[in-house]
């Protein structure tokens, strides 16, 4: 194929003359056969579309409309020219070379006006200008001057000259008005190149063929597949592509071109007669013939040029076709049939897609949050997400779980792991007693056994609620494991700490700085204890806020909050947790001192059981002496001593075994005392009740400064132009859905 075939001209010859029926009033070409593209109820459901064409929902909803595909040579443009009657610019070597999209509209008032869609991915400023591109003349002569101004616009230069490029994927609107125009549009797209030559690149093959499936894949686009008779048509690669895209043929009409260059009475003639009798490539709407202009009618009117076409399909073979599959008035018909009932069909659809459309973009408004391009909004937006995040945190706090955010129980994980965490107030509940729990097991330097012997902690507690032995539990608390004595070698070692802090009392007697130096050592792990706890309840409140951050604020917010605020909050509860734990901890280095009674109470209670059971041990030595009378048998028992043998010589050893009864009883009074002073004073003071007020309250958002309101709250230029893009079609789409309401008559 020569390149003069390639390019695309109006009848395939020289075509510069204007043709004599174009006028300087557009309503004049305006003649009574496009009527018949319309019933009066058809173009009432065009009003619809065509109120939604002018809102722009083109760009958001796919519109009905038809458009004309085919091959490069098809005679695209003359089948377009002859269905509308509109004079098209022609010139020599003139091919499509992007969309044109031709609206027909009925108004009182004559106008042409242009405009220019800018391809998507072109950049902004390019996009920009085109859109800046908005014409209108008062008569088609003028629009060969009009489209080439288009043309430059979009970068186009001459075909095969240099490396200009050759085709663009933007779109050029011509709107025509007149009081006689249908509502309808008609796009012309570029022909569908086979291979690339000189003047056409493999880049302009790509762009026209994926240009052309972008358009004919719109389910409520009717396709008028247009082929030419003077090329074989099982090598016009447009009948491929309707095949594979409309496989069903529901929305395809053939149109068969240039049939006066078929040799009459041959075979390649029946050959194209039966397709157009559709025996060969089915098509559901099925196929039509029309004929071109053809050399030396190039001049004729469209009047004379639709005379010239019946007589030609009154002749031959021709003659025998149905009449309402040849010819232009025919087509016409046709057309005005398959919109109707294409219409009918998809006008629901359409009102379905507009609706979905709507909520779609509602939600997507929903996410963005409130508007916040001054302070004031952004003040107000984070006083709304402040509100919620601490309502949450004193629901938290508290243990109320009735907000929707605490959500369900997890039964299969535990009370502190992520999936339980929001209800927080049982996970601080729990870690609590977990830390109560593990001071009674490991807050000891030594396990020692009571003066009975008796009550020795049992094996069972060395293993935790996990199965973990107590050496693995201790790696964990970051502690040492307690360490077990006999009740001898605990008084072995208060004796030689006796010996080591001996001062001015008599024998017998103990220092009382004596009780300090062993609680100190015995209570050791306390610290270690202390601080692990800390941290993992610190912990869990990070992590807790952090849910709480992702629920009320979205992301690019959230870090920008914590980055400011939250971070430092947390930390500062932190610090002042472990402030207010290094001031129990010095407490406790003090000398020992309590006002428990507790204390004198534990005293005495192991002074008994030791007593008691020294007496039962020389129960079985007591001897009765007895009185005996012929009347009467008396018994009085003889006053119990203690054996020599329990009498302890070695006064450092009484002192010992005296000053490890008091270290313990002072023990578990302090052991009481501690873990009440760390859960309520450092745990819930600093760090749990704190939370509501510390992190984000009304309180903290009012003392933010202008700058750090608008750094945290201010949205960024993608979200402004994101809120701009949505408003924008929000507006159209409820201006069509308005369309919609008025067409029916007032109806929802």
């Not at 050029?172 to 006689?180: D, K």
């Not at 610290?527 to 990070?542: M, P, R, S």
Request: proline share 5%.
């Amino acid at each position: 194929m020569t390149s003069e075939d390639i390019i695309e001209k109006e009848a395939d010859t020289d075509v510069s003359a204007t043709p004599p029926q174009i006028s300087v009033n557009p309503e004049i070409v305006t003649t009574s056969s496009l009527e018949s593209l319309q019933s009066d109820g058809q173009r009432k459901i065009m009003d619809i579309v065509d109120k939604l064409r002018r809102t722009g929902l083109n760009g958001v909803v796919q519109l009905p409309q038809l458009v004309v595909c085919g091959d490069q040579s098809s005679g695209k443009s003359s089948v377009l020219e002859a269905i509308t009657e509109i004079p098209f610019p022609r010139k020599e070597n003139l091919c499509t070379r992007f969309a044109t999209e031709i609206v027909l509209r009925r108004d009182h008032t004559p106008s042409i006006s242009t405009k220019i869609t800018p391809d998507k991915t072109r950049p902004a400023p390019e996009q920009a200008k085109l859109r800046e591109f908005s014409k209108s003349i008062n008569d088609f002569s003028e629009l060969p001057a009009l489209m080439d101004e288009a043309t430059s616009l979009m970068g186009l230069g001459e075909v095969g000259q240099g490396n200009s490029r050759a085709f663009s994927r933007d779109v050029l609107s011509i709107e025509i008005c007149g009081p006689g125009r249908p509502q309808l549009t008609l796009v012309d797209l570029p022909g569908l190149i086979h291979s690339e030559n000189k003047s056409q690149s493999k880049e302009d093959v790509r762009l026209i063929r994926s240009l052309v499936e972008e358009y004919i894949s719109n389910e409520r686009t009717i396709i008028l597949a247009v082929v030419s008779a003077k090329n074989d048509y099982a090598n016009q690669i447009i009948l491929d592509y309707c095949r594979r895209i409309d496989d069903k043929g529901s929305r395809t009409l053939g149109i068969i071109t240039k049939p006066d260059f078929l040799r009459p009475g041959s075979d390649n003639e029946k050959d194209w007669i039966d397709l157009a009798q559709n025996k060969d490539i089915y098509f559901e709407l099925g196929w039509h013939i029309l004929k071109n202009r053809a050399d030396g009618e190039l001049g004729m009117t469209f009047q004379e040029r639709n005379s010239s076409e019946r007589m030609f399909f009154n002749d031959g073979r021709y003659r025998h076709l149905p009449r309402d599959m040849v010819g232009i008035e025919m087509l016409r018909t046709r057309l005005s049939q398959l919109l109707n009932n294409h219409l009918k069909k998809e006008i629901p659809h359409l009102k379905k897609e507009l609706d979905i459309k709507l909520k779609d973009t509602m939600d997507e408004f929903g996410r963005l949050g409130d508007k916040r391009t001054t302070i004031s909004e952004q003040k107000m937006f984070l006083m709304g997400i402040s509100t919620t995040i601490n309502d949450i945190l004193k629901s938290a706090v508290k243990g109320h779980y009735e907000n929707p955010f605490f959500g369900s129980v997890e039964m299969n994980a535990a009370v502190d792991s992520t999936e339980n965490i929001r209800r927080f107030r049982a996970v601080i509940q729990h870690l609590n007693l977990q830390f109560a729990k593990q001071m009674s097991r490991y807050g000891k330097k030594f396990v020692i056994p009571p003066p009975n012997g008796k009550g020795e902690e049992s094996n069972s507690e060395d293993e935790d609620e996990d199965g973990k032995n107590q050496e693995e539990q201790n790696v964990d608390l970051g502690v040492l494991h307690p360490q077990k004595l006999t009740r001898s070698a605990a008084i072995l070692w208060v004796q030689r700490v006796l010996e080591r802090s001996r001062g001015c009392e008599l024998p017998g007697n103990f220092n009382p700085l004596l009780i300090s130096q062993l609680f100190w050592e015995q209570s050791e792990p306390w610290n270690g204890l202390a601080t692990a706890h800390i941290n993992k309840v610190a912990d869990a409140c990070k992590n807790f806020v952090e849910i709480v951050l992702q629920h009320a604020a979205a992301p690019e917010i959230k870090s920008r909050l914590v980055g400011l605020r939250v971070d430092a909050a947390l930390e500062s509860s932190l610090q002042a947790s472990r402030g207010e734990l290094a001031k129990i901890i010095a407490d406790k280095a003090r000398p020992p001192m309590t006002y428990n009674h507790y204390y004198t109470t534990t005293v005495q209670k192991q002074r008994q059981n030791k007593y008691a059971s020294a007496l039962a041990a020389v129960t079985d030595t007591l001897t009765m002496v007895g009185k005996h009378s012929v009347n009467e048998r008396e018994q009085t028992p003889i006053e119990p001593q203690m054996p020599k043998g329990r009498i302890v010589q070695d006064m450092d050893k009484f002192s010992a075994e005296e000053a490890l009864d008091s270290q313990t009883a002072y023990y578990k009074d302090e052991l009481k005392y501690f873990i009440a002073a760390v859960t309520k004073q450092v745990i819930e003071r600093h760090l749990v009740d704190t939370l509501p007020s510390a992190i984000l309250s009304p309180l903290v958002i009012t003392g933010l400064t202008d700058e750090e309101v608008e750094y945290v709250a201010a949205e960024a230029p993608e979200v402004t132009r994101q809120r701009n893009f949505l408003q924008g079609r929000k507006e159209m789409l409820e201006k069509g859905q308005e369309a919609f309401r008025l067409a029916m008559g007032g109806r929802g």
